[in-house]
């Protein structure tokens, strides 16, 4: 089993980290490998997007080419999971912020995000998330965080602040709009090793 964080930009060790206790607590293993080029992601069997840039991190994954390896294992059912940035990378659509600058997106998902969604005021929190697939809440680390505005039916909803909703899944893919990997709390990364391990 291998797990590919897009290590071009953004918070990558939190991830690795996270995905090691994951791992050490379920007492599975698993090689984890982080990608800045291409030649890497056909050879993995999960994958993650950090938080960081969306728009640099989208610039960076076209320019190394790996955006068509990324659409080819989204295709094969590999498990992907995006958080903060991450998940704008995988929606298909954007706000007027994201279309005035070609940003650049994978469509992984059929979702539209505002990027910038939780405004100055809000730029970051932490709040108690009721998440669907989990019993209790889940404390959440929100930095500049962006908001599924639009989700088309194949879209399951897992969680929403005040109609805003931050946290999705369709088929192999997997959204945040927090970073569960700035937590202890290993819930949402066991989630997604389900998906690889179940
Ligand atoms: N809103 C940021 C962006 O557009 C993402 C912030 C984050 O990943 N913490 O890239």
Redesign the pocket.
């Known amino acids: 089993m291998r797990i590919g964080v897009i290590a071009i930009q ?1 918070d990558v060790s939190e991830h690795v980290e996270s995905l090691e206790r994951a791992l050490a607590e379920r007492g599975a293993t698993a090689e984890i490998v982080t990608i800045k080029h291409k030649g890497i992601v056909p050879t993995c069997d999960g994958l993650v997007f950090p ?5 640099t991190l989208g610039r960076l994954i076209l320019r190394e080419g790996i955006d068509v390896e990324i659409k080819d294992a989204k295709e094969k059912g590999i498990p992907i999971m995006g958080t ?2 991450g998940l ?1 990378l995988t929606a298909k659509a954007g706000d007027s912020q994201v279309e005035k600058t070609h940003q650049h997106l994978l469509g992984l998902m059929d979702i539209k995000v505002n ?2 969604a939780f405004g100055r005021q809000f730029e970051s929190f932490e709040i108690g998330l009721d998440i669907s697939f989990l019993d209790s809440p889940y404390n959440a680390v929100f ?4 908001a599924i505005t639009e989700a088309g039916e194949g879209v399951k909803v897992l969680a929403s602040i005040d109609g805003k909703i931050v946290a999705a899944e369709q088929d192999n893919v997997l959204a945040f709009a927090f ?1 569960p990997e700035l937590t202890d709390d290993m819930r949402v990364h066991q989630y997604f090793l389900d998906k690889l391990f179940n």
């Not at 930095?143 to 962006?146: E, N, S």
């Open positions: 953004g938080g960081g840039e969306s728009t903060c940035a704008i990027r910038n930095i500049r965080a962006p970073h």
